[in-house]
């Protein structure tokens, strides 16, 4: 009885040692997977959503349709409009469809937007933007095409990438459509040099790309792709997992450089923006 009294208070102590081991572990594998777990959640999400923004859309913005207006050195291929980034002749390719509203493409940006930065500078990647307006068409509201619009602005003054990051960084809650104002976005534009200009605001102000951007989602919505964000190198959606590894700062620049062998890097001027 005494030798059951002496290991009853080992054994629980052994018992909460393990659990305690168990409890790390999992939280180690919850940090590792944050990015990607999250994102997940929030796909399952936006499949809904697509359906929802794709009888829903319509009314989202400006109520003048107008001509479709393509932001200086904007590209088309295929029927997807685009906002290219980096060396022109980059042997790699990074399509991103996104949504200025959207929570899991402000933590996609927020999280590898240094690595794809450094990708560019050194002539390994190109990036196409394709600007969509989901969430406008789930939750309401004209945040997603105002922003748009207002990046494809900033693009039209060789500001896209400066103001695209500003956008993410100051993301407001997807149930609030700050950016559905325009004097929010005009605020945001003075926070990158050279930007708050008088063409700039009339652009905003007039809406003179959202047609363009309408056009965009348009083709977001017609290709058949899950959410935002989605993200494709070289055609092959890397988001959130390639294979059987999950998208890091890391792993891109490790599909990069695969993609990459054997080829130069691209030298041609940088794309406006």
């Known amino acids: 009885m005494s030798e059951n009294k002496r290991n009853g208070p080992q054994s629980a102590r052994e018992r909460l040692k393990e659990q305690r081991e168990r409890d790390k572990a999992r939280e180690k594998q919850r940090r590792v997977l944050i990015v990607s777990a999250a994102v997940v959640g929030v796909l399952g999400l936006a499949a809904v959503v697509g359906v929802i923004a794709a009888g829903g859309d319509d009314n989202s913005g400006s109520d003048k349709a107008g001509p479709v207006v393509a932001p200086t050195g904007a590209t088309d291929e295929d029927g997807k409009p685009a906002i290219p980034t980096g060396k022109a002749d980059a042997p790699s390719t990074l399509a991103v469809w996104e949504d200025f509203r959207c929570p899991a493409c402000a933590q996609f940006e927020n999280v590898m937007r240094d690595t794809i930065h450094e990708l560019q500078a050194s002539g390994a990647l190109r990036v196409d933007y394709h600007l969509a307006t989901l969430i406008d068409g789930n ?95 070289n055609g092959e959606s890397i988001f959130p997992t390639k294979g059987n590894e999950q998208i890091s700062p890391e792993n891109l620049k490790k599909w990069v450089a695969e993609a990459n062998k054997g080829k130069k890097p691209g030298t041609a001027s940088p794309s406006a923006g």
């Not at 956008?167 to 609030?176: A, G, R, S, V």
């Not at 929010?184 to 007039?206: Q, Y």
């Open 139 to 233: 939750m309401g509201g004209s945040g997603s095409l105002r922003a748009a619009n207002a990046a494809a602005c900033a693009q039209d003054a060789g500001k896209f990438t400066a103001y695209h990051d500003t956008l993410y960084i100051n993301q407001p809650p997807e149930t609030d459509d700050a950016y559905g104002k325009n004097d929010k976005l005009i605020e945001l534009a003075a926070k990158v040099p050279g930007l708050d200009t008088p063409a700039f605001r009339s652009c905003v102000n007039d809406g003179t790309h959202d047609s363009w951007v309408k056009k965009s989602n348009e083709a977001f919505q017609n290709g058949g792709f899950r959410g935002t964000p989605t993200v494709l190198l």
